[in-house]
T-cell receptor
Framework: AQTVTQSQPEMSVQEAETVTLSCTYD???????LFWYKQPPSRQMILVIR??????QNATENRFSVNFQKAAKSFSLKISDSQLGDTAMYFC??????????FGTGTSLTVIP | EAGVTQSPTHLIKTRGQQVTLRCSPI?????VYWYQQALGLGLQFLLW???????NRGNFPPRFSGRQFPNYSSELNVNALELEDSALYLC?????????????FGPGTRLTVL
Protein backbone atom coordinates (compact mmCIF):
# COMPACT_ATOMS: atom_id res chain seq x y z
CA ALA A 1 0.00 0.00 0.00
CA GLN A 2 1.00 3.56 -0.49
CA THR A 3 0.96 6.11 2.30
CA VAL A 4 0.62 9.85 1.98
CA THR A 5 1.56 12.16 4.84
CA GLN A 6 0.58 15.78 5.31
CA SER A 7 2.30 17.02 8.44
CA GLN A 8 0.62 20.43 8.62
CA PRO A 9 -2.97 20.10 9.87
CA GLU A 10 -3.55 23.86 9.70
CA MET A 11 -1.88 26.80 8.01
CA SER A 12 -2.65 30.43 7.44
CA VAL A 13 -1.33 33.01 5.02
CA GLN A 14 -1.89 36.70 4.42
CA GLU A 15 -3.73 37.62 1.26
CA ALA A 16 -1.33 38.14 -1.69
CA GLU A 17 1.45 36.23 0.05
CA THR A 18 2.89 32.84 -0.88
CA VAL A 19 2.36 29.66 1.06
CA THR A 20 3.73 26.14 0.68
CA LEU A 21 1.89 23.01 1.77
CA SER A 22 3.95 19.90 2.42
CA CYS A 23 3.30 16.32 1.38
CA THR A 24 5.42 13.21 1.53
CA TYR A 25 4.55 9.80 0.21
CA ASP A 26 5.84 6.30 0.34
CA UNK A 27 5.78 3.98 -2.65
CA UNK A 28 7.94 1.29 -4.16
CA UNK A 29 6.53 1.91 -7.61
CA UNK A 30 8.47 3.67 -10.32
CA UNK A 31 5.43 4.83 -12.24
CA UNK A 32 2.83 6.74 -10.28
CA UNK A 33 0.93 9.99 -10.21
CA LEU A 34 0.49 12.68 -7.60
CA PHE A 35 -2.35 15.09 -7.08
CA TRP A 36 -3.42 18.03 -4.98
CA TYR A 37 -7.13 18.41 -4.37
CA LYS A 38 -8.93 21.37 -2.82
CA GLN A 39 -12.09 21.15 -0.74
CA PRO A 40 -13.60 24.59 -0.08
CA PRO A 41 -16.06 25.05 2.77
CA SER A 42 -18.90 24.19 0.35
CA ARG A 43 -17.45 20.66 0.28
CA GLN A 44 -17.06 19.89 -3.43
CA MET A 45 -13.59 18.49 -3.93
CA ILE A 46 -11.82 19.76 -7.03
CA LEU A 47 -8.49 19.00 -8.63
CA VAL A 48 -5.83 21.66 -8.20
CA ILE A 49 -2.83 20.13 -9.93
CA ARG A 50 -1.44 16.81 -11.08
CA UNK A 51 2.09 15.49 -11.57
CA UNK A 52 3.31 12.41 -13.41
CA UNK A 53 6.23 10.82 -11.57
CA UNK A 54 8.13 10.13 -14.79
CA UNK A 55 8.21 13.84 -15.60
CA UNK A 56 11.03 15.80 -14.02
CA GLN A 57 9.47 19.15 -14.76
CA ASN A 58 7.31 20.49 -11.96
CA ALA A 59 3.65 20.97 -12.85
CA THR A 60 2.21 24.49 -12.83
CA GLU A 61 -1.36 25.73 -13.00
CA ASN A 62 -1.59 29.52 -12.87
CA ARG A 63 -0.84 30.51 -9.25
CA PHE A 64 -0.38 26.88 -8.19
CA SER A 65 2.87 25.00 -8.65
CA VAL A 66 4.48 21.96 -7.15
CA ASN A 67 7.97 21.11 -6.00
CA PHE A 68 8.35 17.43 -6.86
CA GLN A 69 11.40 15.80 -5.31
CA LYS A 70 11.23 12.19 -6.44
CA ALA A 71 14.24 10.90 -4.54
CA ALA A 72 12.98 12.46 -1.32
CA LYS A 73 9.39 11.38 -2.10
CA SER A 74 8.20 14.90 -1.49
CA PHE A 75 5.43 16.73 -3.32
CA SER A 76 4.75 20.21 -1.96
CA LEU A 77 2.20 22.70 -3.26
CA LYS A 78 3.05 26.36 -3.59
CA ILE A 79 0.26 28.90 -3.83
CA SER A 80 1.39 32.31 -5.00
CA ASP A 81 -0.52 35.56 -4.58
CA SER A 82 -2.95 33.88 -2.17
CA GLN A 83 -6.58 34.86 -2.54
CA LEU A 84 -9.49 34.62 -0.13
CA GLY A 85 -11.01 31.95 -2.36
CA ASP A 86 -8.01 29.74 -1.68
CA THR A 87 -9.31 29.13 1.83
CA ALA A 88 -10.01 25.40 1.85
CA MET A 89 -8.85 22.00 2.95
CA TYR A 90 -6.09 20.72 0.69
CA PHE A 91 -5.48 17.02 0.17
CA CYS A 92 -2.44 15.41 -1.34
CA UNK A 93 -3.02 12.09 -3.11
CA UNK A 94 -1.05 9.41 -4.91
CA UNK A 95 -2.10 6.89 -7.52
CA UNK A 96 -0.38 3.97 -9.15
CA UNK A 97 -1.79 2.35 -12.23
CA UNK A 98 -4.46 -0.22 -11.55
CA UNK A 99 -4.89 0.84 -7.97
CA UNK A 100 -6.98 3.28 -6.01
CA UNK A 101 -6.05 6.75 -4.83
CA UNK A 102 -4.37 7.21 -1.46
CA PHE A 103 -5.10 10.50 0.28
CA GLY A 104 -3.33 12.37 3.03
CA THR A 105 -5.19 13.70 6.07
CA GLY A 106 -5.39 17.19 4.67
CA THR A 107 -4.15 20.68 5.48
CA SER A 108 -6.66 23.36 6.37
CA LEU A 109 -5.53 26.62 4.79
CA THR A 110 -6.96 29.97 5.83
CA VAL A 111 -6.21 33.09 3.81
CA ILE A 112 -6.33 36.15 6.02
CA PRO A 113 -7.50 39.44 4.50
CA GLU B 1 -21.39 17.92 -19.05
CA ALA B 2 -23.00 16.95 -15.76
CA GLY B 3 -20.69 16.23 -12.87
CA VAL B 4 -20.84 13.46 -10.33
CA THR B 5 -24.16 13.52 -8.51
CA GLN B 6 -25.04 12.04 -5.15
CA SER B 7 -28.28 11.55 -3.32
CA PRO B 8 -29.56 12.33 -0.84
CA THR B 9 -27.74 15.48 0.26
CA HIS B 10 -28.44 14.94 3.93
CA LEU B 11 -29.68 11.98 5.91
CA ILE B 12 -30.52 11.45 9.54
CA LYS B 13 -30.79 7.93 10.89
CA THR B 14 -30.79 6.24 14.27
CA ARG B 15 -28.47 3.55 15.55
CA GLY B 16 -29.14 0.12 14.13
CA GLN B 17 -30.89 1.35 11.01
CA GLN B 18 -29.74 0.75 7.46
CA VAL B 19 -28.98 3.38 4.83
CA THR B 20 -28.40 3.45 1.08
CA LEU B 21 -26.47 6.22 -0.61
CA ARG B 22 -26.44 6.71 -4.35
CA CYS B 23 -23.93 8.02 -6.83
CA SER B 24 -24.10 8.74 -10.56
CA PRO B 25 -20.72 9.13 -12.24
CA ILE B 26 -19.84 11.47 -15.03
CA UNK B 27 -21.11 10.11 -18.34
CA UNK B 28 -18.51 7.80 -19.84
CA UNK B 29 -16.77 7.08 -16.53
CA UNK B 30 -16.66 3.44 -15.53
CA UNK B 31 -14.91 3.70 -12.17
CA VAL B 32 -16.62 4.78 -8.96
CA TYR B 33 -14.94 5.29 -5.61
CA TRP B 34 -16.51 5.78 -2.19
CA TYR B 35 -14.84 7.63 0.69
CA GLN B 36 -15.82 8.41 4.24
CA GLN B 37 -14.82 11.81 5.55
CA ALA B 38 -15.37 11.94 9.28
CA LEU B 39 -14.58 15.13 11.11
CA GLY B 40 -10.83 15.56 11.48
CA LEU B 41 -9.96 12.25 9.84
CA GLY B 42 -9.45 13.17 6.21
CA LEU B 43 -10.64 10.84 3.47
CA GLN B 44 -10.89 7.17 4.33
CA PHE B 45 -11.12 4.91 1.28
CA LEU B 46 -14.18 2.66 1.39
CA LEU B 47 -14.78 0.94 -1.93
CA TRP B 48 -13.75 0.99 -5.55
CA UNK B 49 -15.90 -0.32 -8.38
CA UNK B 50 -14.90 -0.57 -12.01
CA UNK B 51 -16.91 -2.08 -14.86
CA UNK B 52 -19.39 -3.50 -12.38
CA UNK B 53 -16.81 -5.31 -10.27
CA UNK B 54 -15.50 -4.51 -6.81
CA UNK B 55 -11.78 -3.83 -7.30
CA ASN B 56 -10.75 -3.04 -3.78
CA ARG B 57 -12.13 -2.13 -0.40
CA GLY B 58 -10.70 -0.21 2.50
CA ASN B 59 -10.38 -1.20 6.12
CA PHE B 60 -14.06 -1.08 6.97
CA PRO B 61 -16.34 -3.77 8.45
CA PRO B 62 -18.53 -5.92 6.18
CA ARG B 63 -21.63 -3.91 7.11
CA PHE B 64 -20.31 -1.41 4.58
CA SER B 65 -21.09 -2.76 1.14
CA GLY B 66 -22.08 -1.58 -2.26
CA ARG B 67 -22.55 -2.37 -5.86
CA GLN B 68 -22.22 -0.88 -9.29
CA PHE B 69 -24.96 -1.12 -11.85
CA PRO B 70 -24.66 -1.70 -15.63
CA ASN B 71 -25.04 2.05 -16.20
CA TYR B 72 -22.04 2.52 -13.83
CA SER B 73 -24.04 4.24 -11.13
CA SER B 74 -23.36 2.93 -7.66
CA GLU B 75 -24.90 2.40 -4.27
CA LEU B 76 -23.26 2.34 -0.87
CA ASN B 77 -25.12 0.42 1.80
CA VAL B 78 -24.42 0.65 5.49
CA ASN B 79 -26.15 -1.78 7.81
CA ALA B 80 -26.54 -1.65 11.58
CA LEU B 81 -25.59 2.02 11.75
CA GLU B 82 -23.36 3.13 14.60
CA LEU B 83 -22.82 6.63 15.95
CA GLU B 84 -19.30 6.74 14.51
CA ASP B 85 -20.71 6.26 11.00
CA SER B 86 -21.73 9.92 11.09
CA ALA B 87 -19.69 11.49 8.34
CA LEU B 88 -19.66 12.99 4.88
CA TYR B 89 -19.69 10.23 2.27
CA LEU B 90 -18.03 11.22 -0.96
CA CYS B 91 -18.30 9.51 -4.29
CA UNK B 92 -15.81 10.04 -7.08
CA UNK B 93 -15.60 8.79 -10.64
CA UNK B 94 -12.84 8.43 -13.20
CA UNK B 95 -12.84 7.35 -16.84
CA UNK B 96 -11.45 3.91 -16.07
CA UNK B 97 -9.85 2.11 -13.21
CA UNK B 98 -6.70 0.97 -14.92
CA UNK B 99 -5.41 4.33 -16.01
CA UNK B 100 -4.04 7.37 -14.28
CA UNK B 101 -7.12 9.45 -14.75
CA UNK B 102 -8.07 12.15 -12.33
CA UNK B 103 -10.95 11.49 -9.97
CA UNK B 104 -13.91 13.82 -10.03
CA PHE B 105 -15.85 14.18 -6.82
CA GLY B 106 -19.51 14.60 -6.06
CA PRO B 107 -20.85 17.01 -3.44
CA GLY B 108 -21.26 14.26 -0.86
CA THR B 109 -23.99 12.93 1.39
CA ARG B 110 -23.96 14.08 4.99
CA LEU B 111 -25.05 11.19 7.20
CA THR B 112 -25.94 11.83 10.82
CA VAL B 113 -26.54 8.88 13.10
CA LEU B 114 -28.38 9.64 16.34
Amino acid sequence: AQTVTQSQPEMSVQEAETVTLSCTYDTSESNYYLFWYKQPPSRQMILVIRQEAYKQQNATENRFSVNFQKAAKSFSLKISDSQLGDTAMYFCASLRLGNQFYFGTGTSLTVIP
Amino acid sequence: EAGVTQSPTHLIKTRGQQVTLRCSPISGHTSVYWYQQALGLGLQFLLWYDEGEERNRGNFPPRFSGRQFPNYSSELNVNALELEDSALYLCASSPSGGSADTQYFGPGTRLTVL
